[in-house]
């Protein structure tokens, strides 16, 4: 099963600017180091359980059929008893987030604040869309692999 590459880049490319912030000396730079403590984990799981089920949005859309159900099943199942934790951790994420721009914005750091920017939409894209389609992805193999069961 496979991530998009999409998302994958994503995450990585929000890793490798927040470990430049949290390098640097200074509040902002605890503050994110802060951030990143929850936020490695966090990103973690995700790339574990959410996109790997993601990467089924397509084959799936386009009517083919699932390489390995039983695997999809555990996935979803794992990432069904994750979900609420995970919607938690991002109110951390926020908290920790609002943190960071406070730190910022004293230092005048625009561009720790622009990172913070990109956080927070990632996470709310993950809220709006990407959780759900992931759940609904998950759902869906389900149902598909007991349609066909003999
Ligand atoms: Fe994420
Ligand atoms: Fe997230």
Redesign the pocket.
Known sequence: MQTPESLAEEHHELFHELRELASEEGETGKAVKELLSVLEP?FEG?EETAMPLLGLLRPLSEGKAVSHPMEVMSLHARFSSEYPR?LKE?VRVKELIGRVRGAAAKGGKRHAEAVMDELELH?KI?EEVLYPAALLVGALAKASVKATAP
Do not use: V
Request: proline share 0%; glycine share 0%; net charge negative.
């Open positions: 966090h995700e995970m991002h996470a993950e």
